[in-house]
């Protein structure tokens, strides 16, 4: 009972420091609970539809293919079924005039159930065998607000054609919806999926009898690897265009790649926030003991046994480990429904909704717990071998020499009284002056780190969309048209200053045993709408003869500038082909590769033609440029570059706040370590503190002996975390990049200026609430105190 009492009045008379370590903790224990349990909302929702509603284990897409001959396919040895769709973009007219809204009709099977990829029905009914009706996905349907019955205008071949729509669902295989690799941000409004009957379709496109979309399961034992040639020894008949795995289907790549990076951040983040609260509280334990030595010793006297004193402190190790993990869990229990609710904007998992998990709740309870006895114990553990007669008197002091700095000639007059104070205090307590460093150092790399996330950010999306691709319309036609009528049918139209044609095909490159596809863009050599950059944003011009290829496909390769590659494609005449690598670029989305469209004409030998055109036209002009061509049969899609910017912005408004959310952390850890270092030192100073108030000294000047060791300390740690500042973005660039996407490792100034203003700011302010208890010293009570 008296153990527990004089626990309570400890911890009351310096709570704030107690108070600023459980904040740490508590801020671990919240980021684990609460990632850890949206990671596993995610991964139950995500297993739990892909297996009731059987996802693919392969998709191929070709040009065209009998629907008859889709069976033959589960003849190759490894495939189980194989179900053959028709799949096709088309433009919605009649929903939002200022908006190019996009929808992806997919065929739907007959006869229920759908065997593969099927359709979870959530609103309404499946559209009627024979009727204009489509199934529109759910997000699409809440987006423009639509209801059952709702009419809908699509344009077909160039035609206008009404339906209805008979319902809402979600499929597995659009979790996440995006059009193509250069919009990686899902925009519901913008671009969904929508289903209507086989039978309709084929009828409206013109297409009796004909798929251009495969998926297929395996039979169990067999990899995708084990069927992949032979499937694409069948399919490269029917125009094989891409062939890829449920792994890196775009959808489930996206999600995985979010999971992958979920489960190593609830994993490395917590250990981080917990270890510095564990140091926090080994210097608090630590120098309470030296502080209480002569309590101990008494206690010694008074009979209590080694082991008793020993458990005694590590009950505050106890106390704040388990304040620290039942506040972190609640926390972050609450945290995950939001999160959770968070993730529901971008996957469309039906069964995604915030569940407690009592597992990671009593989890981080231990591991919070764990920590803090661990850490008190190595604070604590000199009390074992303390014996009464010594702990009665103080510790011997320990005379030690002068440091090195001070026998370098004029260093040491540079320092006031107070300066030489706190460098001699910082240099005789080398184990709490390297843990504040240590502190000081991720305090500061975290903050860096976070806020060049602001930065990456910009470079990846907006330099790539206003530095790389500078057209205002990119028209992507329906076929591949010739060249010289592309030009001549835009050319001279109201307001339009240039015009650049495009090729883009899709290819399989290959070096040695090492393949992967890829799409090919051919552009104009002096391209001023397409403009590829370097590392250093120098404008890269398109080489006369061979490839440029982006860092990513270089890197799937291992191919370096002069290598030989070999090509293939379906649009080549002869195949395959050879060219040589001219360069390798960064792209931040996509992973493309580049030519002269010279030099691709005369690879595939199919003469000059354009897939797509890029048109730099005056603002006004635009929508008259819309209104021409949003009916046009070659026209499958009317980019607007200032569209897909303000989307951009408006979907990173969320990703920024909580950067701004986690640097605030960020900067409270730094006031709990500096605030705990400099009590600390006030509590071992306080004598020779209030001598220097006796002598004459302003408050002010005695803080000086404390804020000049903290300052110093934060200087060097400062220092340090700009160069783990480098590594830590580096590390992210390395593990968050994908085939999608790549992340550019960018550690900008601002964001080093601004945690450097963070970390001064954490400083400030814990000298702050130091400098008040400085003035409140009771001068007589604390020189009174026996020596």
Same mark, same amino acid.
């Given at each position: ?52 509603? @059987? ?57 229920? !159930? ?29 987006? @423009? ?28 295989? &659009? ?44 039979? !169990? ?80 006297? &008074? ?8 458990? @005694? ?7 704040? +480990? ?55 114990? #190595? ?7 303390? /014996? ?10 320990? &005379? ?33 002056? &390297? ?5 000081? =150092? ?26 790389? #691709? ?31 044609? =495009?090729?883009? =095909? ?5 070096? #040695?045993?090492?393949?992967?596809? =890829?799409?090919?863009?051919? $552009? ?16 890269? /011009?398109?080489?006369?003869?061979? %490839? ?46 580049? %030519? ?12 000059e033609m354009a897939t797509s055109a890029l048109v ?34 408006? $979907? ?15 900067i409270i850890t730094g006031f709990a370590i500096v ?45 340090? +975390? ?13 593990? %968050? ?15 080093? $200026? ?12 814990? /000298? ?10 009771? $001068? ?8």
């Amino acid at each position: 009972m008296i153990l527990r009492r004089k626990m309570w009045r400890d911890i009351g008379e310096n709570k704030t420091a107690y108070i600023a370590c459980a904040i740490v903790m508590i801020i671990g224990l919240m980021t684990y609970t609460s990632m850890q349990m949206v990671k596993d909302n995610l991964f139950i929702a995500r297993d739990r539809f892909y297996e009731d509603y @059987h996802l693919a284990d392969g998709f191929a897409k070709v040009k065209l293919m009998p629907y008859s001959q889709v069976k033959r396919l589960e003849g190759i040895r490894g495939i189980d079924l194989a179900q053959g769709r028709l799949v096709r973009d088309v433009r919605v007219l009649n929903l939002d005039k200022n908006k190019n809204i996009y929808l992806r009709l997919i065929s739907m099977d007959k006869p229920k !159930p759908y065997p593969l990829n099927e359709i979870k029905l959530l609103e309404g009914s499946f559209p009627e065998a024979k009727g204009r009706e489509v199934l529109l996905a759910e997000k699409f349907f809440k987006a @423009h607000k639509l209801s059952i019955g709702s009419p809908i205008q699509v344009l077909i071949e160039g035609k206008k054609i009404d339906f209805k729509v008979a319902g809402a669902g979600q499929s597995p295989e &659009f979790v996440y919806a995006m059009r193509d690799g250069q919009n990686i941000l899902p925009d519901p409004g913008a671009f969904e999926v929508a289903y209507m009957p086989y039978d309709v379709m084929e009828s409206l496109f013109k297409q009796k009898g004909m798929i251009n979309d495969i998926s297929f399961t395996l039979e !169990p034992g067999y990899k995708f690897e084990d069927v992949e040639q032979a499937l694409k020894m069948e399919l490269k008949k029917y125009g094989l265009e891409s062939l890829v795995s449920r792994k890196n289907q775009a959808s489930n790549a996206m999600l995985s790649e979010e999971l992958k990076q979920l489960e190593k951040t609830s994993r490395s983040v917590p250990i981080l926030f917990l270890t510095i609260a564990a140091i926090i509280l080994y210097i608090m334990l630590k120098r309470l003991v030296e502080s209480q030595r002569i309590q101990i010793g008494i206690l010694r006297a &008074f009979g209590y046994r080694p082991g008793e004193i020993l458990a @005694h402190y590590l009950s505050y190790g106890l106390m704040l +480990g388990l304040a620290g993990g039942i506040l972190g869990g609640l926390l972050g229990t609450a945290l995950s429904v939001s999160m959770t609710g968070l993730y529901q904007n971008y996957y469309s998992l039906p069964d995604l909704t915030g569940r407690f998990s009592p597992r990671y709740f009593l989890s981080g309870i231990l591991l919070s717990v764990g920590f803090s006895l661990i850490a008190a114990y #190595q604070g604590v553990r000199g009390v074992q071998k303390l /014996q009464p007669a010594d702990a009665m008197h103080p510790s011997i002091p320990v &005379f030690k020499k002068k440091s090195r700095l001070e026998q370098i000639p004029g260093f040491w007059a540079a320092f006031t009284v107070q300066g030489r104070m706190a460098i001699r205090n910082m240099l005789r307590n080398k184990g709490r002056s &390297f843990f504040t460093f240590i502190g000081i =150092v991720f305090t500061f790399s975290i903050m860096a780190s976070l806020l060049s996330m602001y930065s990456l950010m910009d470079i990846m999306i907006l330099d790539q969309f206003t530095k790389v #691709q500078k057209y205002d319309i990119k028209t992507t036609f329906t076929r591949p048209l010739p060249l010289n009528e592309v030009i001549r049918e835009l050319e001279g139209k109201k307001g339009i200053k240039r015009i650049e044609p =495009v090729i883009e =095909v899709p290819v399989t490159l290959q070096k #040695q045993y090492r393949k992967t596809d =890829v799409i090919a863009q051919g $552009l104009m050599r002096y391209s001023e709408l397409y403009t590829p950059l370097d590392k250093q944003g120098n404008r890269i /011009q398109i080489p006369e003869d061979g %490839m440029l290829l982006s860092e990513q496909v270089a890197g799937k390769l291992k191919a370096g500038v002069g290598d030989r590659l070999q090509v293939e494609s379906i649009w080549a005449r002869e195949s395959p082909v050879y060219v040589n690598v001219a360069g390798i670029i960064p792209q931040y989305l996509g992973s493309n590769v580049y %030519m002269s469209n010279e030099a691709l004409f005369e690879l595939l030998h199919q003469g000059e033609m354009a897939t797509s055109a890029l048109v730099s036209i005056d603002k006004e002009q635009i929508p008259a440029f819309k209104e021409r061509y949003n009916t046009s049969k070659y026209v499958g899609n009317l980019e607007e570059r200032q569209q897909t910017i303000d989307l951009y912005k408006k $979907l990173m408004g969320s990703s920024r706040f909580m950067i701004w959310v986690m640097a605030f952390m960020a900067i409270i850890t730094g006031f709990a370590i500096v605030y705990n270092s400099s009590i600390i030192t006030l509590s071992e100073r306080k004598r020779e503190l209030a001598s220097l108030r006796v002598l004459g000294m302003r408050p002010g000047e005695v803080l000086e002996v404390i804020s000049v060791e903290q300052w110093c300390i934060g200087i060097l740690g400062m220092l340090a +975390g700009i160069p783990l500042t480098f590594a830590i973005n580096k590390g992210i660039s390395a593990s %968050m990049s994908s085939d999608l996407f790549f992340l550019p490792a960018v550690t900008a100034p601002s964001a080093l $200026l601004l945690a450097l203003l963070g970390t001064m700011l954490a400083i400030s302010l814990a /000298q702050l609430w130091v400098a008040r208890k400085v003035a409140d010293l009771d $001068l007589v009570e604390v020189l009174k105190e026996r020596e």
